[in-house]
């Protein structure tokens, strides 16, 4: 089964850009989704179809994909953005819906 | 605004059943697909199972095809999980998910309800 793969945690300053990877096999010719979630809430969308952005969602978190990697850049940071992120693919192969192992983003 | 709004958790014993609802409202609900996701209380997301907007096509994780059931009364507005056989490893909060399209492989998740907690005793 396709497997994506996040780093488990990502730590930055206030102000400074976080960047989260996903990797898995030519990922780049898969729509890729990314997910916010904070503890005790609903998961959110923050970006879709590997770079476009709901309208409610702050022009400051992007997402690119290419290749082996999908990344989703979240620039100046804040305190609020720290929650839990996960990419997402859908495989063609199995008929899946597949989630990345998530990636706890620390605001310092 | 969607709202998605689950029901059914609660405290089953290992091998019972457990039926989940997810009630719908403000979207035309039949056409798009739907979703059950679950977290485990210290991990992460994981898909269990899927449904196209008119109901008639299905797809489950590998974890739990042949336990699982997904159904669908769009002239309710309600999804539905079925869980049967349930294991220790099926304890966590499900989540109902609206795709943005009829068709779950084309469809990423735009909305999520609230979740429900499902906890499986040994």
């Known amino acids: 089964s396709y497997v994506l793969m996040q780093p488990p945690s990502v730590s930055v300053a206030p102000g400074q850009t976080a960047t989260i990877t996903c990797g898995g096999d030519?990922?780049?010719?898969?729509?890729v989704h990314w997910y916010q979630h904070r503890p005790g809430q609903a998961p959110v969308v923050v970006v879709y179809?590997?770079?476009d952005r709901p309208s409610e969602i702050p022009a400051r978190f992007s997402g690119s994909n290419s290749g082996n990697t999908a990344t989703l850049t979240v620039s100046r940071v804040e305190a609020g953005d720290e929650a839990d992120y996960y990419c997402?693919?859908?495989?063609?192969?199995?008929?899946?819906?597949?989630f990345g192992g998530g990636t706890k983003l620390t605001v310092l | 605004e969607v709202q998605l709004l689950e029901s059914g958790g609660g405290l089953v014993q290992r091998g019972g059943s457990l039926s989940l609802s997810c009630a719908a409202s403000?979207?035309?609900?039949?056409?798009?697909?739907m979703n059950w996701v679950r977290q485990a209380p210290g991990k992460g997301l994981e898909w269990v199972s899927a449904?196209?907007?008119?109901?008639?096509?299905?797809y489950f994780a590998d974890s739990v095809k042949g336990r699982f059931t997904i159904s669908r009364d769009n002239s309710k507005n309600t999804l539905y999980l079925q869980m049967t056989s349930l294991r220790a490893d099926d304890t966590a909060v499900y989540y109902c998910?609206?795709?943005?399209?009829?068709?779950?492989?084309?469809?990423?998740?735009?909305?999520w309800g609230q979740g429900t907690l499902v906890t499986v005793s040994s």
């Open positions: 998910a609206k795709g943005d399209d009829s068709v779950p492989a084309a469809a990423f998740l735009d909305y």
């Open positions: 403000r979207f035309t609900f039949s056409n798009y697909a």
């Open positions: 449904i196209s907007g008119s109901g008639s096509n299905t």
């Open positions: 030519n990922i780049g010719r898969k729509s």
């Open positions: 179809d590997d770079s």
């Open positions: 997402q693919v859908w495989d063609v192969n199995s008929d899946h819906v597949v």
